[in-house]
């Protein structure tokens, strides 16, 4: 059974673990803890006591940013992402947010098809937004909740 819990500093190691797994171009681990620190919001997704993903957000006046998520490869496609995403979604509605905003990768056609699934809609193209290995644009999505 997969359980949603707010992210433990005990859990940053493994989620740090999923991030370098599945990005294509990680944050760094001085980024990824800092996001912790700083009071980012996040939450995990357990299978049992496994840690399977992750949701890192951040919420400003009336506006949320989805910052990074990342599902283990294993888990991908079996409800984890989309329980985390709702999980989301309703904790900005709680904490006064009325829009969600985020970036996916221009290629990215699983992640493009998966928010738009939940009905957030493409408003612009960051170009060379990406760099790195890997560059990429990103398609600026919202959703208003």
């Known amino acids: 059974m997969l359980k949603i819990s707010l992210m433990d500093q005990s859990d940053l190691d493994e989620a740090y673990k999923i991030e370098k797994q599945v ?3 990680p944050w760094s681990k ?12 996040s939450l995990v ?3 049992d006591s496994q840690l399977i993903g992750f949701i890192i957000f951040s919420i400003i006046k009336r506006e949320a940013h ?13 409800g984890a992402g989309s329980l985390l995403l709702e999980s989301l979604i309703k904790q900005c509605k709680v904490l006064g947010a009325k829009k969600i905003f985020l970036e996916v990768r221009s290629k990215n056609q699983k992640a493009l098809f998966f928010y738009k699934k939940y009905k957030f809609i493409e408003d612009a193209l960051r170009v060379d937004y990406y760099s790195g290995d890997n560059p990429d644009d ?8």
Not at 30 to 41: A, D, L, P, Q, T
Not at 66 to 78: A, C, E, R, S, V
Not at 138 to 145: F, K, R, V, Y
């Open 66 to 78: 989805l910052l990074n998520i990342g599902i283990i490869k294993d888990w991908q496609n079996k």
């Open 23 to 25: 990005n294509p171009t």
């Open 138 to 145: 990103a398609i600026l999505m919202s959703l208003e909740i």
């Open 45 to 47: 997704c357990k299978a």
């Open 30 to 41: 001085e980024n990824f803890y800092s996001s912790f620190e700083i009071g980012h919001h």
